[in-house]
């Protein structure tokens, strides 16, 4: 949770609200099938029960900066490199825009392909 302290109080943005922000995006990507939960994240959920609720996205933190680590299913047919700055662009612009945040990075894992449906 990151918190700012404005003069007049504190605000804390919760790591749920920074995820919202980066799903709304991610679909809005012509080209992108679905985020997915990370190897990691599935494990912790199959064995433990645990389930994170973050859609495939990891969010580190160092103060005031954050990196973002997104797991995405593609459609066949898009080239992977141009759709990654596009979503690693969007992104970047969004959370900083709407929070406040810098962002350092925006790593994306392209797990799979997709068929799109017409």
Request: with cysteine.
């Amino acid at each position: 949770m990151s918190s700012f302290n404005t003069g007049n109080g504190c605000i804390s943005i919760d790591d749920q609200v920074i995820v919202g922000y980066i799903t709304e995006e991610v679909h809005k990507i012509k080209g992108v099938s679905k985020m997915i939960s990370s190897i990691s994240d599935n494990f912790s959920k199959n064995i433990f029960g645990r389930d994170s609720g973050m859609n495939g996205v990891r969010i580190n933190r160092d103060g005031d900066n954050i990196s973002i680590n997104l797991h995405i299913i593609v459609y066949y047919g898009y080239n992977i490199p141009q759709l990654s700055y596009e979503i690693q662009s969007a992104i970047k612009n969004v959370i900083e825009e709407f929070t406040g945040l810098k962002v350092d990075a925006v790593n994306i894992s392209v797990e799979g392909i997709d068929q799109e449906n017409d």
